[in-house]
């Protein structure tokens, strides 16, 4: 791998990190300064919004210019949205800032391994982008609680700047001007990101062309058998993923009686079970077999419901990973059935695109159901039946779809994954 290389996995480790740990320091400071804890699933919402409507125009944006300045500007965004929250603007305003920075950032992250390494390198580097995102949700949601606890934010608040007030005066804020400097670190890396000499000019400035253009890959993908199947599962499985963050904190402060701090090293417990699920599906299950594991997303939403029955720390645990371990078995065959099938129909940049859209338009959806159950005085128990229930029954309607794709055109599912097989001997 190139020097260049190692640059973009330190950037984007660091901003990764730091969108994982701002999410646990904006719900405190939701809690703590607003008092308004009702609030936090809206602020994945309203993170989430920038990434469903510029679907259309951030990759045309992202080869607009070279792509280390792209994602240096998302970075600088990310920081104006930290800044925001320190000045006390509605942090759902401002959160969703930093919302349009990721949104940027995301396709000139992908876009710039095309350009910087051969085709045989693609499918490693893209391994490594993803375990390190992982790690960095992992650590970024453990800074996150470390931050806002009352022993490390005294200890950062009691730090005087000589002839300076900064106006930080609690562990929320403190946390913010903290995750603010991962950013900067990040947007450091990024000037630091080599040119790839490519051209970068998009192929079409006009914006109605875009939004046309992209709605004719969203429906060549959900017209293709298996584009379909996949596609509804990873939307189904990040939509999952997103509220279950807001249901494991709630749950834990409920069921286990923990504290926000405590409660969000949770969260890192999720994650490091899905990064064990996709190592183990990463080895054991090819893409052409990708669909067999269709009803481990069924079992997802079983043991979710089980979580209504642990009161026992330890036992929340191994649940939890398990609960992990189980999403990331099922979804990374089914993410890269779907990147094959995008790259040959609408090519490798639309396909994540429209990934990107469906993905994040289910964040929307599920997050907003979530909060709106909230508002309605539904128990965080009666919350995680229906949320396991909805998991598994929608997984058995996919496994059923697939099952009437079979029944109508089995020989060409049979052809169409029998070259994806070829695809990933090649």
Same mark, same amino acid.
């Given at each position: 791998?190139?020097?260049?290389?190692?640059i973009?996995?330190?950037?984007q480790?660091?901003?990764?990190?730091?969108?994982?740990?701002l999410?646990?320091?904006?719900?405190?400071?939701?809690?703590?300064?607003?008092?308004?804890?009702?609030?936090?699933?809206?602020?994945?919402?309203?993170?989430?919004?920038?990434y469903?409507?510029?679907?259309?125009?951030?990759?045309?944006? $992202?080869?607009?210019?070279?792509?280390?300045?792209?994602?240096?500007i998302?970075?600088?965004?990310?920081? +104006?949205?930290? /800044?925001?929250?320190?000045?006390?603007?509605?942090? /759902?305003l401002?959160?969703?800032?930093?919302?349009?920075?990721?949104?940027?950032?995301? =396709?000139?992250?992908?876009?710039?391994?095309?350009?910087?390494l051969? =085709?045989?390198?693609?499918?490693?580097?893209?391994?490594?982008?993803?375990?390190l995102?992982?790690c960095?949700?992992i650590?970024?949601?453990?800074?996150g609680g470390?931050?806002?606890?009352p %022993?490390?934010?005294?200890?950062?608040?009691?730090?005087?700047?000589?002839?300076?007030?900064? #106006?930080?005066?609690?562990?929320?804020?403190?946390? *913010?001007s903290?995750?603010?400097?991962?950013?900067?670190?990040?947007? *450091?890396?990024? *000037?630091?990101?080599?040119?790839?000499?490519v051209?970068?000019?998009p192929?079409?400035?006009?914006?109605?062309?875009l939004?046309?253009?992209?709605?004719?890959?969203?429906? *060549?993908?959900?017209?293709?058998?298996?584009?379909?199947?996949?596609?509804?599962?990873?939307?189904?499985?990040?939509?999952?993923?997103?509220?279950?963050?807001?249901? +494991?904190?709630?749950?834990?402060?409920?069921?286990?009686?923990? =504290?926000?701090?405590?409660?969000?090293?949770?969260?890192?417990?999720?994650?490091? #079970?899905? $990064?064990? #699920?996709?190592?183990?599906?990463? @080895?054991?299950?090819p893409?052409? %077999?990708?669909?067999?594991?269709?009803p481990?997303?069924?079992?997802?939403?079983?043991?979710v419901?089980?979580?209504?029955?642990?009161?026992?720390?330890?036992?929340?645990?191994?649940?939890?990973?398990?609960?992990?371990?189980?999403?990331?078995?099922?979804?990374? =065959?089914?993410?890269?059935?779907?990147?094959?099938?995008?790259?040959?129909?609408?090519?490798?940049g639309?396909?994540?695109a429209?990934?990107?859209?469906?993905?994040?338009?289910?964040?929307?959806?599920?997050v907003?159901?979530?909060?709106?159950?909230?508002?309605?005085?539904?128990?965080?128990? #009666?919350?995680? +039946?229906?949320?396991?229930?909805?998991?598994?029954?929608?997984?058995?309607m996919?496994?059923?779809?697939? @099952?009437c794709?079979?029944t @109508? %055109?089995?020989?060409?599912?049979?052809k169409?994954?029998?070259?994806?097989?070829?695809s990933? @001997?090649?």
């Amino acid at each position: 791998m190139t020097r260049g290389f190692y640059i973009i996995m330190a950037a984007q480790f660091f901003s990764a990190l730091a969108d994982n740990a701002l999410l646990i320091a904006s719900i405190a400071l939701l809690i703590d300064f607003f008092h308004r804890p009702d609030l936090s699933p809206l602020l994945k919402f309203y993170f989430t919004v920038s990434y469903v409507v510029l679907a259309p125009f951030v990759g045309a944006f $992202a080869d607009s210019m070279p792509k280390g300045r792209v994602m240096f500007i998302s970075n600088a965004i990310k920081v +104006v949205g930290c /800044l925001l929250l320190l000045f006390n603007v509605d942090p /759902l305003l401002a959160y969703g800032i930093v919302g349009l920075g990721a949104a940027a950032y995301s =396709p000139a992250k992908y876009g710039i391994l095309t350009e910087m390494l051969p =085709p045989k390198d693609l499918v490693l580097a893209n391994a490594w982008i993803e375990g390190l995102t992982v790690c960095a949700i992992i650590i970024g949601t453990v800074v996150g609680g470390i931050l806002i606890t009352p %022993s490390v934010s005294g200890l950062l608040l009691k730090i005087d700047i000589p002839g300076i007030e900064t #106006g930080i005066d609690t562990p929320p804020e403190v946390a *913010i001007s903290v995750i603010a400097l991962f950013y900067l670190l990040a947007a *450091i890396f990024n *000037i630091f990101v080599p040119n790839t000499g490519v051209d970068h000019k998009p192929v079409h400035r006009n914006p109605w062309y875009l939004v046309r253009d992209f709605s004719h890959c969203v429906k *060549i993908l959900w017209l293709d058998k298996l584009g379909q199947i996949s596609l509804a599962v990873t939307t189904l499985f990040w939509a999952a993923g997103a509220t279950l963050q807001f249901i +494991v904190l709630d749950w834990a402060k409920t069921a286990l009686h923990l =504290p926000l701090d405590k409660a969000s090293m949770l969260q890192g417990v999720v994650a490091i #079970g899905v $990064a064990v #699920g996709a190592i183990i599906a990463a @080895r054991v299950v090819p893409i052409q %077999s990708s669909i067999k594991v269709l009803p481990v997303g069924a079992l997802m939403g079983i043991l979710v419901i089980a979580m209504v029955a642990l009161t026992s720390l330890p036992l929340a645990i191994a649940l939890l990973i398990l609960i992990g371990a189980s999403a990331g078995f099922f979804v990374v =065959p089914m993410n890269a059935l779907l990147q094959h099938r995008g790259h040959i129909l609408v090519g490798a940049g639309h396909s994540i695109a429209v990934q990107n859209f469906n993905e994040n338009a289910g964040i929307l959806v599920m997050v907003g159901t979530y909060y709106l159950l909230a508002k309605a005085d539904v128990s965080v128990n #009666g919350t995680v +039946v229906i949320f396991g229930l909805f998991t598994t029954a929608t997984m058995f309607m996919i496994m059923n779809w697939y @099952r009437c794709n079979v029944t @109508r %055109s089995g020989p060409e599912i049979q052809k169409l994954l029998e070259v994806a097989r070829s695809s990933s @001997r090649a």
